[in-house]
């Protein structure tokens, strides 16, 4: 093995996995077009119809992204009147984030999206589960 095979693109661990975050991002795109959303913005709404409110931390947290990303994706949001955004009373610092009832409304439109996105995807089930597990782990350790 050479000096610079280390260098190489073929060998980068890292270069898979951005290639397929891209190309997957891109699968989605025709699925929430007809939804009216981006990617973020879908992943910050399945965090609201799980949870129905939350705070902009506590979102940014589960979505690893930072409030300069999450802030304009947010008021994107509620200008079409899925989420309201207010000040907790208690601390008002803390912005909470609420789904709309028509931002309920939408997650009867978007139950399709997984099951769209599982038919792009040329992994057995098994392989799948094994994906994330690794994915899930290597996040894990990068955010410790």
Do not use: H
């Given at each position: ?8 693109i ?12 891209k190309?997957m ?6 699925f ?17 119809w799980?949870?129905?409110e ?37 601390d ?12 309920e ?5 978007a ?10 995807m ?14 899930y ?8």
């Amino acid at each position: 093995m050479g000096k610079y095979d280390c260098l190489k693109i073929e060998n980068q661990l890292c270069f898979p996995l951005y290639a397929a975050s891209k190309e997957m991002v891109k699968q989605y795109k025709p699925f929430l077009d007809e939804l009216d959303l981006t990617y973020t913005q879908y992943i910050a709404m399945m965090i609201l119809w799980e949870r129905g409110e939350t705070n902009v931390k506590e979102l940014g947290k589960c979505l690893y992204l930072d409030s300069g990303t999450l802030t304009p994706l947010l008021k994107k949001l509620e200008a079409k009147g899925y989420i309201v955004r207010a000040r907790s009373k208690e601390d008002e610092r803390n912005v909470i984030i609420r789904i709309t009832e028509a931002g309920e409304a939408l997650k009867d439109r978007a139950v399709k999206v997984p099951e769209q996105m599982g038919k792009c995807m040329a992994l057995s089930p098994e392989e799948a589960a094994q994906l994330y597990i690794l994915l899930y782990k290597v996040l894990g350790q990068m955010t410790e």
